[in-house]
């Protein structure tokens, strides 16, 4: 139990649907981190915000839009995904007050099967 | 990012040591070294980190050369839960780090 708890855990959709993960931390971290993990390929980093605001976004494709209304809870909206969208969604929390302390909690993450 | 170079598989006997080597030749001086490691299809899990001086905690050591251009994770005794794939990470400078994750070391305790 890191202190990171996402819903849901697992989640199948067909490529019309639309559908929200969401992710809430229980550390009064102030950073959060959505990353995507397919498989065979490492971890790669999505969207992060520091303090509620967008400080990153890697070039993901505008059919997944991250929310952050509160630094405790964040979320990402999938609409029209594809089946390559099919991956393991994970959230991280970090405290960002020094680089030392910026180590980063993941939750057990979102298994994702789009049809 | 400085570049990171892990091995990218290894086996250790259940109770023996493991010892993870990585390669950070780029590391400037004042970023650190960390360390994390994903059970299967689970999130990742911190491990340890360091800066310059070997460091300590429950989990593992690790020890981190003097010119800091490699590092080595330590499990002193490894247990058949330790399977799992290690990455060694340098992280860039900014406000909220960016974990930047290689292949890392599939590291598989055998009993």
């Known amino acids: 139990e890191t202190g990171v708890t996402q819903t849901p855990r697992h989640l199948v959709m067909g490529m019309t649907n639309k559908k929200s993960l969401k992710c809430e931390q229980h550390?009064?971290?102030?950073?959060m981190y959505w990353y995507k993990q397919s498989a065979k390929k490492p971890l790669e980093l999505m969207f992060v915000?520091?303090?509620?605001?967008?400080?990153e976004n890697n070039s993901v494709p505008s059919r997944f839009s991250p929310e952050c209304p509160n630094s405790s809870h964040l979320f990402l909206h999938l609409h029209t995904l594809q089946p390559e969208d099919s991956a393991l969604y994970l959230c991280?929390?970090?405290?960002?007050?020094?680089?030392?302390?910026?180590?980063?909690?993941f939750g057990p993450g979102t298994r994702l099967t789009v049809l | 990012d400085a570049k990171t170079t892990q091995p990218p598989s290894m086996d250790c006997a259940e109770g023996r040591a493991a010892n993870l080597p990585c390669n950070h030749s780029t590391i400037s001086g004042n970023e650190y070294v960390y360390w994390y490691r994903q059970i299967h299809s689970q999130g990742p899990q911190y491990i340890i980190h360091g800066l310059k001086n070997n460091e300590t905690n429950e989990m593992a050591s690790l020890i981190i050369t003097e010119d800091r251009k490699s590092s080595t994770l330590i499990l002193p005794h490894a247990t058949l839960r330790d399977t799992a794939v290690y990455y060694c990470i340098v992280p860039s400078i900014q406000g909220a780090q960016k974990l930047v994750f290689g292949q890392g070391t599939r590291l598989t305790i055998n009993p």
């Open positions: 991280a929390s970090s405290q960002v007050l020094s680089r030392e302390a910026d180590t980063q909690y």
């Open positions: 915000y520091n303090f509620k605001e967008q400080t």
């Open positions: 550390l009064g971290h102030n950073a």
